[in-house]
Structure formats: C-alpha cells, structure tokens
Nanobody
Framework: QVQLLESGGGSVQAGGSLRVSCAAS????????MGWFRQAPGKEREGVAA??????????ADSVKGRFTISQDNANAVSTLYLSMNSLKPEDTAMYYC???????????????????WGQGTRVTVSS
C-alpha cells in the first residue's frame, strides 16, 4: 500500500490554469499505472488522465485532451504525480483524486475499481 497526498487545488476563473500535485510515500517506478480522477457533486467519479509509469505513456479523457497534461517526477525519493490544467472551464469543477494501480498496464485506466490506492482529493472550482 502507498499513501497519496494531493495538493494544489483552488478556485480560478474560466480560462485560467492550475496544477494539482500528488505526493506518493514511495517511488513509482515499480508501479504500473497512476491516474487522476474527478468527481463533481451528484456525478460518478470519472477518469481524467493516466500515465503508465514504466514507459511514460499517457492517456486522457476526450473532455480534457489538449488542455490537461499528466506528468510524473521520480527524481526525488518521494515520487510526485502532476496534473497541469489549462483553459479551465466551469464543468471542470470537481474533487480531483490521484490513484495508483500496482500491477498491469493502463488498459482499463478509466475504471476507478481497478485502482488500488487513493488520495483524499483536492478541490478545484472554476467560476464563469
């Protein structure tokens, strides 16, 4: 099990940018897939982006493609996952969670149930 801690959420106007971070309690290089999910009030949790840590392959939901970028930093003892969000829209408002899937690839990255460990979330609010 790994502990994940998100940070960097906040409030921004439409068209603005934010970067949320997820600090892991140990290195990610042995892990298979890390992802960002979001959940708006009254809606199901949805996959936003994922990265196959061993190869660096990235995956995005159509709704964020071209606006969001997922990346990882393994330079330090504690690995960090990032989600850079540009051209934010009010519909991007949600709690954002990072998650890790320890084995296998990112084939089913959109499915929350296949991920093993989760952070507590960080709130992103985009006003019009």
């Amino acid at each position: 099990q790994v502990q994940l801690l998100e940070s960097g959420g906040g409030s921004v106007q439409a068209g603005g940018s934010l970067r949320v971070s997820c600090a892991a309690s140990r290195h990610t290089y042995t892990w298979a897939c890390m992802g960002w999910f979001r959940q708006a009030p009254g809606k199901e949790r949805e996959g936003v982006a994922a990265i196959y840590t061993n190869a660096g392959y990235t995956y995005y939901a159509d709704s964020v493609k071209g606006r969001f970028t997922i990346s990882q930093d393994n330079a330090n003892a504690v690995s960090t996952l990032y989600l850079s969000m540009n051209s934010l829209k009010p519909e991007d408002t949600a709690m954002y969670y990072c998650a890790v899937k320890h084995y296998g690839d990112c084939t089913r990255w959109r499915e929350p149930a296949v991920f093993d460990d989760w952070g507590q979330g960080t709130r992103v609010t985009v006003s019009s």
